[in-house]
């Protein structure tokens, strides 16, 4: 065997043991990818979920607006209606039947306003669990980025570094679990 056998013989044992080595590397890429893209996932429905209920928490407040409107309108017919009782007997069951109205449309204005301000409440929580999900996903990004770095320089603490980050991104994804 030559000495030129010989050195491509080392050569190929050298880039087995190198292959084997990043292994770990590769398999710790794939598992970040998955999550990347389960985060990443969650927070679009989080997004989602805060942008419509702020189309509901609209709705809501619009409703509250018209049934106050109609109230304030059906107040002021009243009054013009108590002007002109005397002059006309049959005015005072309608002034009755008017006041009977505002004192109910006033009394929904208070439930559609609490209906509006549970879709904002809604909205608060969907927008922060979003906003964690968007921080843990860039994490996980990064920790691929610097993951991958391993592969070009064969350095582990690249590796290393990529594997904070990673625990760093699943911890603050993992924290949506504690926000009430």
Do not use: C
Request: proline share 2%; no cysteine; net charge negative.
């Amino acid at each position: 065997m030559g000495a030129e056998e010989e050195l491509h013989e080392l050569e190929e044992h050298a880039e087995e043991g190198s292959s084997k080595a990043m292994r770990p590397v590769a398999l710790t890429m794939s598992i970040l990818a998955v999550i990347v893209a389960v985060i990443t996932m969650l927070g679009e429905r989080a997004h989602t979920a805060a942008i419509i209920n702020q189309a509901k928490a609209s709705d809501g407040w619009n409703l509250y607006q018209s049934k106050k409107d109609r109230a304030h309108i059906s107040g002021k017919v009243g009054d013009l209606l108590s002007i002109i009782a005397p002059k006309n007997p049959g005015a005072a069951e309608e002034i009755e039947k008017d006041k009977k109205y505002v004192e109910k449309e006033k009394a929904d204005q208070e439930g559609e306003q609490e209906v509006a301000k549970g879709f904002e409440e809604a909205r608060e929580h969907a927008e922060l669990l979003g906003d964690r999900f968007n921080l843990a996903q860039v994490l996980l990004e990064i920790a691929l980025v610097v993951s991958s770095i391993t592969l070009l320089t064969h350095s582990k603490i690249y590796w290393y570094a990529g594997l904070v980050f990673g625990l760093a991104g699943v911890v603050i994804a993992l924290s949506v679990l504690l926000i009430k």
